[in-house]
């Protein structure tokens, strides 16, 4: 699949996502000792975007799974198709009517319908959920786990099993293997506390807010026609509002959105005015639109504190043409 860290980095920049070693060699890692991959982080870093682009890159079909509270293992695993059994029911009941016929108790009748179990708990009524569908795969697959942290603990026990063998049992059909070891990617936001015995399972990663430098590239990749000058002052400003106590931390995703509406608005640059209107985009709480706002001076005036000096530049030396600026006083020439 990968012969390297280095070529899942790039595999994964071809695909528009940037990462540094870190990310690619827990990837490498997965692949060859074939492990499911813990993403935990904050909401928006790009956990669910790493599982779908290593899925672009390898050529496996995603399977997703998004957890919510009170998934079972009927909306996971898969359902009987009781529509499709009663229908069945309907045509058939000529021939249970044969079948039956002769029964000479109750007991007997029961006895006669029990032996026919196997026509109507078999495959074709079987509805395959996302974990049966990487199961029975034809090819290999790669199975997102999305928000693991909102099911609850018993799911969560449940999935341990899944995990360890790559296999389900369903009573009345038997034990399914898996054809293909699917490459599973479950995230966390850290709702709740990921119990142990999962965590052994699995290779961990955490995907933090990235650095300025890399976020700057992060969005130039993702937001093409981007100016730098802009970007640079927006990732700025995206690290100062981090640093504010919000209800709900601005990620990568508000920084792509903040680019993209700014550019729909025809902004070269940022200022007062044109932050205080569009601070909505990044942020989701009103109470922190009006924190943001409130120290919307304060924090363009820690961006041009951050802004390198300016180092005049000295005249190009060549004939007195009188083009050229006069050299200042205390400046050797």
Known sequence: MFDSVEQVVEALGEQHYICGKNIGTVVYLATKLEKPV?????????KTELAKVVGLATGRPLIRLQCYEGLDEAKALYEWEYSKQLLYTQILKEKFAEAMAGATSLRDAAERVGREDSVFFSDRFIVPRPLMRAIQAEQPSLLLIDEV???DPEFEAFLLEVLSD???????????HARHRPFVFLTSNDAREMSDALKRRCLHLYIDFPEEALETRILEAKVPGIEQRLAEDLVGMMHRLRKLDLKK??????TLDWARALLALNASELNEDLVNQTLNVILKYEGDVKKAGSELGALLARKSEEAPPQT????AAGPATGQGAPPRKGVLH
């Open 38 to 46: 813990l993403v935990e982080g904050p909401a928006g870093v790009g």
């Open 166 to 176: 790559f296999q389900v049992t369903v009573p009345e059909v038997g034990t399914i």
């Open 249 to 254: 931390t601005p990620s990568i995703a508000e």
């Open 312 to 315: 005049p530049q000295t005249p």
């Open 149 to 151: 942290d909102k099911s």
